[in-house]
Every structure is written in structure tokens, then in C-alpha cells.
């Protein structure tokens, strides 16, 4: 029996997350610590500056799960050290609504509550669907998380990396496949639109449109569109090696600090 | 001449973005797009929900900057997008009050917007002070910040990497030196202080100890600590390539999906 914390951005009435708890619940026991409004593109924001405050919450009379007033990595930081009775064995995030793939995984808050899981120590998994309307189907996709999640704690997954999973807005027998993908390098071509509030006063509004910018069929990007399930090990070592021994020739002149204060 | 937009996560009181902006001034044109309020931890946030605005600020009559009531990401991609009638040589964030290395990289507002720079395919730096007091003296920052900004367009970084600079808080002279350093293992060890509000009714506020986990004199914490400016080059490639191959074999039997359903 697995112990499992569900959590996601899009906040805790969201059809997705429900899609995935419900899943989850024949592997054990299932905790959902959500978000109590949407969240998204938050980015791993952490609220350090004001309280949190968890409460219960209902549906229909029926207890849910917790809602937080706060970002998904404090939903899983604050279930993780505070309010869960257990540690979680996996911390799975979503199902979110939209597609969470190359320069998308910085602004993603599905993938920072995952990547929060993996900070404190436990195998995590973000999952996203490709599809973006509000009666989204997430049937087949809940049916991919259940069997990844069952399969994540034996994976051996160094510590420090996550899975960040895209899975396809088709049926079950529609998905192609599953690929093992690299983040891709598609991006936002983006731009914000000029409005007039009713007073007159001016307002911004960021607009724009995704480009797939990789023909690579192992980018996630390629791999989703091309109808197969997207699988990226995502892992937030952020040095740029092949840079520091240029830096270290460039920056030789630095060294002693006597040569910067003459740039005075 | 070079063209230089300033920015923060402290907001645009801040002492350190001011210090920074005055401090690039002698190289070229300098304009301060900023936080309206402090924005810390906010991790690469970006506002989509909501409206942005631009508001000149000022200060004893005096015109600094823009004021936006949004993240340090918002800001650079609204000035460069939208605000700015030029097209930035380079994108200097900081100074922020307090380091950012290791693991805080990843909640960084301060990194965000250098990030956010990056993405848009501009030269961009991060600049933080080991010092958390209100009257920290930038002094020292500021010169050696100067000295990197004007070098950073000839570094000829790769598209994607950015420079991530901890400036310890000594005096100038005091200064070691400069260590091109990786981001390093130092975590933070953090609980919840359960409260009680006015009313009875229970909060919870982030509380931690950082725990300095590297002995590691090229790790980012390690060189500041010892009275070095640490210059990290971080970059977003995400994928963990070492891990690809492994989960390739792993989730072999998940392909064909048709084998997927029999979890059902």
C-alpha cells in the first residue's frame, strides 16, 4: 500500500485532480493538499511573507481534501513537514490542464510542487494534459498516472530528479505509445495587448502563441504531438559546465579583486 | 554605450536596485523596470490572469523608474516586449538583499528575471549580497557588479546561460577574490510555526535554518562564505540525459499504451 499526497495549480475543484486521485486511490492511501484557487504559471514560488492557512474542504458534504491559501511547492512543503500524519512515498501533481513541456516546465506550477516532492526527498511526478478546455476528458490520462505512479518508487530515480509526464488528449487507444523525451526547445512568441480600463487608465495583458520550435521526435513537444505519451526526467542542476572553465580564462583578470576597484 | 534595463525582486524602494542602477549609469543608458513591492520567493512566476500596469515612479519629485504591480519576470518581459523604445544590451537584476545560491536559486525572484532576460535572448546577471540587514552597505556590490555588467556582452555566453553573482558583504578591499563557482548541494532544513491568529483560528508561517551542505571551494555557498564573489554560469536544461537511458529500459513494457489499460 502506497501513501500518496496529490496536489496540482489548477486549484482544488479542478476536474484533473480529482481524475487523479481517483485513480491513485486502488494503490493505498491518497491525501490531496491543493491549492484553494487556480495557481497557475506561478513558477516554484514559495509564500514566506504571509500565513497559510489550511482548511478542510467539501464537496456535496463529502470531505475532499485540504485546501491552502497558498502556491503548489507550499501546498507540498507545508502537507510534507506539518500536516500529513506519514511521509509520502510519491507526490504526484495535476492532472493539469494544458501541456507542461520545454521553456513552459520554468513557469509551471504542476511541475514545481513535483520538483518541491523531490527537494524534500521523494520520488515525485507532475502530469499534464494536452487539452485545454474546461469538459476535458481525463480518462486515458488518469489511467497513465495510476500505472506510473505504481511503477515510480522502484524506478530508482536518482534523488534530485523527477518525472515530468505529457500525455496526449485522446482515448486510451488512440495514445501511440510512450517515449522517454528531453525538454525541447520550443517557445513563446509573446507579447502583451494594449487595453483601457472603464476609467480610462491604462492596462497590459500578456498575450501569445506557443511555437514548436523542435523537429526532434525525442523532444517532448514532438513527442506529445506525434500522439505519444511524454516522459522527461527533469532534475534542477542548473550549472552550465561547459561554460565555467570559459569563465574562469575570461574572469582571470578579476582575480585579485585589487583589478575590479579600478573599473571605479 | 551600452543599454541597460535594471531590475529587482525587492521592489523599487529598494536600496540595492538603486545602488546597481547607479553604479551601470557611467556605462551607457540605464532605465529601472521594477516590482512595485517586494516580491521574494516568488520563484519564475509570470502574471496571466491579471492586468499589468506601468506606473512612473518617483522619488522626491525625481523620476527612477517603472513602477509594475507584477512579478521580476512580468517586468522584464514587459519592458523588453512592450516598454522600452530599444532593445536591452543586457538585463542586471539584483541587487538583491541576501544570497542566492544552492537550492534558492530555484525560488529566486532576483535569478527569475535574469532568467526571464535569458529567455528572451539578452545578456543577463543576477546580483546578490550576502547581507539581509535594512542598512546593508552595497558599496563593494556595486563595483564589482559594474566591473561584470560591462564585460558581460564580450563574454559570448551560449543563448540560455546566464550569470548567477553572490557578492559577500565585506568591504572591497576585503575581498578575496572572484571563483567561478557551480551551484552548490546547501539546503534549507524548514518547518511551519503553527499560531494562532486574533481569533482563535490556526496559520501556519514558513520558518528554516539553512544548512550549508558542501565543502566543495568551487560550490557557490562554499567560495562566499570563504570572501569570494561567486560567479555561477546556470542554464535551464532541465532533462536529466543520465536518467533517459534508464527509464527507456524501465518503461520498455509500457509500449505498446494497450499494455497501459491492463492497470485498469
Known amino acids: 500500500m502506497m501513501r500518496i499526497l496529490v496536489t496540482n495549480d489548477d486549484g482544488i475543484e479542478a476536474a484533473g485532480l480529482h481524475a487523479l486521485a481517483e485513480a491513485l486511490r486502488p494503490l493505498g492511501e491518497v491525501v490531496i493538499v491543493a491549492p484553494d484557487r487556480q495557481q497557475s504559471a506561478v513558477g516554484h514560488a514559495l509564500t514566506v511573507s504571509e500565513p497559510l492557512r489550511i482548511v ?6 463529502q470531505f475532499v481534501g485540504y485546501a491552502v491559501n497558498g502556491t503548489p511547492a507550499d501546498c507540498v512543503k507545508l502537507a510534507v513537514t506539518t500536516l500529513l500524519p506519514w511521509r509520502p512515498d510519491v507526490v504526484a501533481s495535476g492532472i493539469n490542464h494544458g ?8 513557469y509551471s506550477g504542476t511541475v514545481s510542487a ?5 527537494l524534500l526527498g521523494i520520488p515525485s511526478v507532475a502530469f499534464s ?3 485545454y478546455e474546461a469538459e476535458a476528458d481525463f480518462r486515458a490520462a488518469a489511467v497513465i498516472a495510476r500505472a506510473i505512479v505504481e511503477r515510480l518508487p522502484f524506478l530508482r530515480l536518482p534523488t534530485g530528479t ?14 501511440c505509445g510512450v517515449r522517454i523525451t528531453h525538454q525541447g526547445r520550443s517557445l513563446w512568441r509573446d ?18 502563441e506557443y511555437v514548436l ?32 572553465e570559459q569563465l574562469r580564462q575570461q574572469f582571470g ?8 576597484s579600478h573599473a571605479k
Do not use: C, H, K, M
Request: glycine share 6%; no cysteine.
Open 114 to 118: 513535483a520538483t518541491e516532492g523531490t
Open 129 to 131: 494534459l494536452d487539452a
Open 99 to 106: 501541456r507542461n513541456t520545454a521553456v513552459n516546465i520554468l
Open 191 to 208: 507579447w502583451y495587448e494594449r487595453r483601457r480600463d472603464p476609467w480610462g487608465r491604462e492596462y497590459f495583458w500578456l498575450a501569445g
Open 253 to 260: 583578470e578579476l582575480l585579485p579583486i585589487s583589478d575590479v
Open 213 to 244: 520550435a523542435d523537429g526532434d521526435p525525442e523532444a517532448d513537444d514532438v513527442a506529445l504531438t506525434q500522439g505519444y505519451v511524454s516522459i522527461t526526467p527533469i532534475r534542477y542542476a542548473l550549472t552550465d559546465t561547459a561554460s565555467v
Open 56 to 61: 478542510p474542504f467539501r464537496s456535496n458534504g
Open 162 to 175: 523527477l518525472l515530468n509526464v505529457n500525455i496526449p488528449a485522446l482515448p486510451l487507444e488512440q495514445i
